[in-house]
Nanobody, 120 residues
Framework: QVHLVESGGGSVQAGGTLRLSCVAS?????????MGWSRQAPGKGREGVAH???????TYADSVKGRFAISQDKAKNTLYRQMNSLKHEDTAMYYC?????????????WGQGTQVTVSS
């Protein structure tokens, strides 16, 4: 059974930093595994903001490029997201996502989400 458990969200002031973690179980982060972070702000649709594959290749949405960094620790089967220079518009529920390339399933898996609130 695949589970993704996020943590590290909270409330910070603009300009602050947070580090999100996502512990994965039910599969191992290995070759071709693709994971990422998505977010959903109040009244808006979900937005993919950062993505990483098992060889370390990363991609970022323009809105977070240069401020957010995604990384993974294969030994701990954990995904991270360092968020610096946070802005009010970064306020959202953040979700960890594991693509089917990780689990062998025919769908992606999502965590329950962790809330990030940035006050201006």
């Amino acid at each position: 059974q695949v589970h993704l458990v996020e943590s590290g969200g909270g409330s910070v002031q603009a300009g602050g930093t947070l580090r999100l973690s996502c512990v994965a179980s039910g599969y191992t982060i290995s070759r071709d595994c693709s994971m990422g972070w998505s977010r959903q702000a109040p009244g808006k649709g979900r937005e993919g903001v950062a993505h990483i594959i098992s060889d370390g290749t990363t991609t970022y949405a323009d809105s977070v490029k240069g401020r957010f960094a995604i990384s993974q620790d294969k030994a701990k089967n954990t995904l991270y997201r360092q968020m610096n220079s946070l802005k009010h518009e970064d306020t959202a529920m953040y979700y960890c996502v594991a693509e089917s390339s990780c689990t062998g399933a025919h769908r992606a898996y999502w965590g329950q989400g962790t809330q990030v609130t940035v006050s201006s």
